[in-house]
Each structure stands twice: as structure tokens, then as C-alpha cells.
């Protein structure tokens, strides 16, 4: 948003004097919600941050957490959703670019993207071009800068169809000892590397920090454009200039634009700074305002000292990248902003970098009521087959594949678990043994729209539960949470309310939140916010990629074993959506302490060769994950619905499509099952023999020996595989 009359008599206040033109951009662009955390910084404050593992935490661009003695995993998670809204195909694609930079401060080496994607009705004419444009400009951006698009989530509903939501991340692994983070001092010289600045986004950050215009065309020249040749200039030369240990610090140059990034800098150090804008290289004429704000793309702060600047360039002369020295860093805390020996600005660092915070008012909305109600009672009980082909050709179930199709995944060689065969991507560390690292993202935008606080609670162990199935130990998150506008108590009561489920569930299970991104102003041109989403990604530590786990049954005879209790709990669920067109109703309760206990079990499991294939049990149910390794491996099934362990559950339909959190589903060879037994006696986890893997080319539900349904495979795997893109295909 524009700067307030209250903030505008604050900066009278900090100044002591009226502000020139180009201290207020500054202003406008650091004090956005979008740079500054102003609506969300106290709340902030509740995430746990700090575990044995975590070496840098929030602060930074990017955080970084010790995956083995020797090796650190940095990951970040971004935003780009209004851009996205008004440009697509560039709104995601420098979302990409973005994130990718944040890695790069650290000098680690981008190994793998995520895309989290929260989209509109396919069938939709405008939804459907923000689909095509936001897959298009990932797929493009990620293939050519050689970084491998691995794993992520998405999700369609009507509620994003003019305000998609586009979370992007990014994970990386550095050495310790080499890792950039000594950070700036007195007289060390500031050089902007990479791309020429323009106009383009010239002050996105103050763009993103207000709700969209019904005429969003007008916003278009807030968009940035990417350069994804300069940024794999940019990659490759920040690899060397780590390696000889030329930079201090680095820094990207993204919302806020050079503002921000010395800015941020000066103050995170007590320093301040002397810039002569003059030197900078740009791409046409601009005005001093325009080259404070613009956040023009694949453009970097690294900061040198005078002995090293010779060699730096040499490197950015290797590479043929532009780059400027514009300036050097002072020890008084003040940034003074010449152009062509005229004094433009004057400005205290820290009052710049950070405004005060604002205490928002916080209430529930009547809307929220529907997610608190129990389901009193339910519809009549359908034809099983015909709800069994409805929720797993549904968007949110099916396969994505008509969106991971479109990515170069397996670039680099590193990836062991594809997209669409595990429930996290598993990638090598390349570096002569079998150890890697697990990601994922996750949210459920239908929960925290009915109940923010238990529904981000539930992302945050899905992700968990996620990490546990290929046989990773989960390490870190961090988290994105997208909501209305702070300024309507309404809106706020649901950011704050995703925080705090964050917050207790991250705690519960040890996961230290280290980083993550907040994006508020979520909201059509009607004032209506989208369903407000709490998205997180997760890292884990894989010992040996060789016996990692996937979704896929491997072998007829195997046993189907559910790991949990499940309870009648179908309150947001999938199949109340896609069969009644219901969207109300109590979500899945989040129960941290059996999700450790049965994700401790299933990690050890799987680590002692028990288990041939794994799949967490969320979206859609039992009937889902089963029916998902089954088509996935090509094998039918026979499952005995009588054998599942049940409390309160009156109806089929409440064991089959039920979302309890903390339950898996596992194959296992009949030669194992006794050990496994023992084992879930051990942890005190309640497992129970529901089936087995059969070559029959069907899935068959039954109880005892009445069959429930009965559906043959093929028409499965047809109802998965292209329902998707046929919606996608069809809505043009």
C-alpha cells in the first residue's frame, strides 16, 4: 500500500526535515508489507526457529540446516502471487529466478525447485490461461537454468480464479566451511552484479502489499521480466567466487530493489552506506527514484572488500556479466544516496529497514462457523464405485502429471524419486556415497479455509508424514502463508490463526520453522479474500538413497497394511466436495503424538527393509492411497474394510474416504510381517492387516464377503492419469 499520512509523518519525525521524493519511494518500498513484516512481524515471533541442527536461521535470504557433518541444506520458499495474477507466464517464472538468488547468498548450489500451486477451476477461460501461463513460465524458467522442478502440490478451486496462489522453492547444499556469511564491514565496496535495471517492476513490492485492481492491466509494469541466460551466468559465477572466498556477503536485489537490499544489509549490521547511482549500469534512462525502486530481475549485491575487487572482476568478466561498484559500507548507520555529486537522500538505516510494528485487530468472520460444526449427518451413502471414480479423477487427487510433464525433472542427474512416484522427491548428494536429501511441499486450502488453525497444523504434519514415507528423517520447514488484507480483522483472524497452528504443531513434532515467506492482500477486486493457505516445505535426511521408498506396490501376495486408527472424520474431506458439493463440517483433528509415534515406526521400518512401498494417507482417504499404489504399480488389490482399525465409524463411506491425520499405508512381503509386528509392538503403534496385493487388473473393496466395490484397473488408471489435463484441455 502507499505510504500512510501517519507513516509520512513518521518519516518527518526519523528526518527531522520534509523527505525528498526519492526517501519516500525508499520508504514506500522497505515499509510495504511485502519488505517490511510490519502486520505479521510480532506474530512471527511465536514460530519455533532454533534445533540442533539449524545453522542459520530466519533472517537471512535463505536459511541453511546441517544435513550431515559435511553438508548443509539451504531452502527457501517464495511468493509471486499477484504478479502471476497480472502476467502469468513472467509472474511465475521470476518467482523462480527469485528464490533461486536467496540460495545463492549462501553460495550453495541450487539442486531442486518445488512448485506449490493454488489455481482456479480449469473449466474456468480466465482461470485456465493463469494455469497454462503460470505451469509454462516455471517449466521454462526452471529448464533453462538447468535447476530440476522435483516435487511440489496443487490444488484447483473456484476461489483462485482471478488470484491464483504461486509458492515456488528452492533447496541447495553448501559445505560449511565454505558457506558465504561473514557479512559487511566499514569500507567494504558494494557491487551490483547481472542484468541492467529498467523499469520494469518498479515498485512491485508496494504492489504486492495492496489488493489487486479490477483492471489489472494496469499493473502489468509492477511485473518483472525474467532472464533466465543471466541467471545461469549468475549461478555459475557465484560458484566460483565461493570457492575463492572473494565475497563477504551476498545479497539479491528482489523486492525493494536496491533499497532493500542496503537497506537490510546496513541495518542487520549497524552499518551504514554510501551509494552514487550514477555508476550503476542500467538499460535506459532513469530517474534516481526509478533506479532506488526498480526490481528489475537477475540482479545481485555482493559485497567485497577493496584487496579482492580486482579478482572479483576478473571472475564477472569470465562470465560476461555487467556489474557496477556503486558504493562502500560506513560505520555510522546512515545511507546517503548521491546522483552525479547531488545528495538525494539521507536516510537512518535502521528506521529504514524496519518500521514499527502494527498490532492488527484480529476477529473470527461468521464464515468460519461452517468449519466448526460437526457433521450432524451425512447424505445418504452413494453407489461406492461410482464415489470411488468421482474423488480420484477429481484435480486435487488425480495425477499431475500434465503439470510435472512439462519440467525437466531428472536434470542433473541427481534426482531417485520422480515426481509422481513417492510421496517426497529424494535427490543424491552427488558426492561419492549414497546419502541425499527429502523435500516436499504441502497445504490444504480447503482446511485452513474452514478451520486455519487445526488446517495448518495438518500441513505441517502431512509434510511430516510425507518425509517419513520415502525414508527420510524430517529436519526443517519452512512456511508461506497467504492471506487477505491485514487491515480487515476478518482477513488478519485467519493469518494469525495458520500462524499459531504452525507454530504449536512445528513444535510438537521438533521441526524448527527456519525460514518463510508472508503474503497478504490475497483477494479478488470484489474485496472477497481467496481461501487463505498455509503452505509448507520440508527437508529430511536420507542416509541411503538406494533404500528409499516409493508409492508403487511392487509384487502380488504382498500384504496391505494401514498403520493408525482411523476416525469418522470426513468434515472438509474431498469426497463430501466431489460427491455431495459439500465444503463445511469439522476437518481431520491433528494429533501430534501419534504422528510421532507412527512416523518414528514407519522410519525405523522402512530402515530395517521391512517395507517394499509407502504412502501417507491424506486428500481423498484410505480408498485414495490404496487405489494411487495400485495403479501407480500396476497390481490390483483385495481389501477387507472389516479389518480396519475403526472408531465410531457407523458408515462404509467413513472408513473409506475418512482423512485421519498420521496414518500410512505399507506393502509388505508375507516374510516380514512378523517382524513387523513386533516392531509396531515395540512403538506401540496399532497396525492393522487390511489386504493384499493381488494381479487381478481390479480393486476390489470389500466387508467379509460382501463387496463393497469393485472397479477394474484400467478404468482407475484412465480416471487418474487424465482427468487432469482433459479438464485442463477442455476449459481453453
Not at 492491466?217 to 549461478?235: C, F, M, N, R, Y
Request: aromatic letters at 8%; hydrophobic letters at 40%; a negative charge.
Amino acid at each position: 500500500m502507499p505510504l500512510s499520512h501517519a507513516e509520512i509523518d513518521e518519516i518527518r519525525n526519523i528526518l527531522r526535515r520534509e523527505p525528498t521524493v526519492e526517501e519516500l519511494a525508499m520508504f514506500e518500498a522497505q515499509w510495504s508489507e511485502h519488505c517490511s513484516y510490519k502486520s505479521s512481524r510480532l506474530l512471527l515471533k511465536l514460530l519455533p526457529t532454533e534445533g540442533r541442527n539449524v545453522v542459520i536461521g530466519p533472517g537471512r535470504d535463505a536459511p541453511a540446516v546441517k544435513l550431515f557433518k559435511d553438508w548443509l541444506v539451504v531452502f527457501k520458499i517464495e511468493s509471486h502471487n499477484h504478479p502471476s495474477a497480472v502476467d502469468p507466464y513472467n509472474g511465475a517464472a521470476t518467482g523462480i529466478g527469485g528464490v533461486v538468488r536467496d540460495i545463492l547468498t549462501l553460495g550453495a548450489k541450487s539442486i531442486a525447485l518445488l512448485d506449490m500451486l493454488y489455481l482456479g477451476d480449469p473449466r474456468n477461460p480466465h482461470a485456465n490461461w493463469l494455469i497454462r501461463g503460470i505451469v509454462k513460465g516455471i517449466s521454462d524458467y526452471g529448464n533453462r537454468i538447468g535447476v530440476p522442478t522435483v516435487a511440489g502440490d496443487a490444488w484447483f478451486d473456484p476461489a483462485f480464479n482471478t488470484q491464483p496462489l504461486v509458492n515456488v522453492a528452492c533447496i541447495g547444499i553448501v559445505r560449511p566451511e565454505e558457506i558465504i556469511s561473514s557479512g559487511p564491514s566499514p569500507g567494504d565496496l558494494i557491487v551490483i552484479v547481472g542484468n541492467a535495471t529498467g523499469r520494469d517492476g518498479l515498485l512491485g513490492s508496494s504492489f504486492a502489499s495492496k489488493p489487486l485492481s479490477e483492471d489489472v492491466d494496469k499493473d502489468i509494469g509492477a511485473v518483472q521480466v525474467g532472464d533466465p541466460l543471466t541467471e545461469k551466468l549468475l549461478i555459475d559465477a557465484i560458484e566460483v567466487i565461493r570457492k575463492r572466498r572473494l565475497a563477504k556477503y551476498v545479497k539479491d536485489l528482489g523486492g525493494g530493489g536496491l533499497t532493500t537490499a542496503i537497506a537490510e544489509t546496513a541495518a542487520d549490521y549497524g552499518l551504514g552506506a554510501v551509494i552514487h547511482l550514477e555508476k550503476l549500469h542500467t538499460r535506459e534512462p532513469l530517474t534516481t527514484l526509478e533506479i532506488l525502486v526498480s526490481e528489475s530481475q537477475e540482479r545481485m549485491m555482493i559485497v567485497v572488500e577493496q584487496s579482492k575487487l580486482s579478482e572479483l572482476v576478473e571472475v564477472l568478466e569470465n562470465y560476461d556479466l555487467m556489474y557496477s561498484v556503486i558504493g562502500f559500507f560506513t560505520d555510522d548507520g546512515v545511507i546517503r544516496v548521491f546522483y552525479n555529486g547531488s545528495k538525494v537522500a539521507e536516510v537512518p538505516a535502521k528506521e529504514l529497514a524496519k518500521p514499527k510494528p502494527i498490532r492488527r485487530a484480529s476477529s473470527p468472520p461468521m464464515e468460519a462457523l461452517k468449519g466448526l460444526k460437526p457433521l450432524y449427518s451425512l447424505p445418504p451413502e452413494p453407489r461406492y464405485d461410482d464415489a470411488i471414480l468421482k474423488v480420484i479423477s477429481s484435480p486435487n487427487v488425480a495425477s499431475k502429471r500434465w503439470i510435472y510433464e512439462q519440467y525437466d525433472y531428472e536434470v542433473g542427474i541427481r534426482t531417485v524419486i520422480k515426481p509422481g512416484y513417492g510421496d517426497a522427491a529424494v535427490l543424491r548428494l552427488l558426492d561419492g556415497t549414497n546419502r541425499g536429501v527429502a523435500v516436499k511441499g504441502d497445504a490444504n486450502p480447503r482446511y485452513t479455509y474452514l478451520d486455519p488453525f487445526n488446517g495448518a497444523a495438518n500441513a505441517v504434519a502431512e509434510c511430516f508424514r510425507n518425509l517419513i514415507a520415502v525414508g527420510s528423517r524430517p529436519l526443517a520447514i519452512v512456511d508461506e502463508l497467504n492471506a487477505g488484507n491485514p487491515e480487515k480483522p476478518e482477513h488478519f483472524w485467519y493469518f494469525e490463526m495458520m500462524l499459531k497452528g504452525v507454530a504449536w504443531m512445528a513444535e510438537e513434532l521438533m521441526l524448527p520453522v527456519v525460514g518463510g515467506k508472508v503474503s497478504f492482500y490475497n483477494e479478488d477486486h470484489t474485496g472477497r479474500q481467496v481461501k487463505p493457505t498455509a503452505t509448507i516445505v520440508g527437508v529430511g535426511r536420507v542416509q541411503d538413497v538406494t533404500k528409499t521408498t516409493t508409492i508403487d506396490f511392487k509384487e502380488s501376495g504382498s500384504y496391505i497394511i494401514l498403520v493408525g486408527v482411523t476416525y469418522p472424520e470426513l468434515g472438509g474431506s474431498e469426497y463430501l466436495y466431489r460427491v455431495f458439493r459439500l465444503e463445511e463440517g469439522e476437518i481431520p483433528k491433528p494429533r501430534p503424538c501419534s504422528e510421532l509415534r507412527n512416523g518414528r515406526f514407519v522410519y525405523k521400518a522402512i530402515k530395517l527393509g521391512y517395507v517394499k512401498a509407502t504412502h501417507d494417507i491424506s486428500v481423498g482417504g484410505l480408498a485414495t492411497a490404496v487405489i494411487e499404489m495400485s495403479i501407480l504399480g500396476n497390481l490390483g488389490f483385495d481389501i477387507d474394510l472389516e479389518k480396519v482399525f475403526a472408531i465410531g465409524a457407523q458408515r462404509i463411506d467413513e472408513v473409506l474416504f475418512s482423512e485421519t491425520q498420521a496414518r500410512y499405508i505399507l506393502e509388505v512381503d508375507p516374510k516380514a510381517i512378523n517382524n513387523l509386528l513386533k516392531l509396531a509392538n515395540r512403538f506401540g503403534v496399532k497396525i492393522s492387516i487390511i489386504g493384499r496385493v493381488t494381479d487381478s487388473g481390479e480393486a476390489r473393496f470389500r466387508k467379509r464377503d460382501k463387496t463393497i466395490a469393485s472397479i477394474d484397473l484400467d478404468l482407475l488408471r484412465d480416471a487418474y492419469r487424465e482427468s487432469l489435463s482433459r479438464e485442463i484441455e477442455g476449459g481453453i
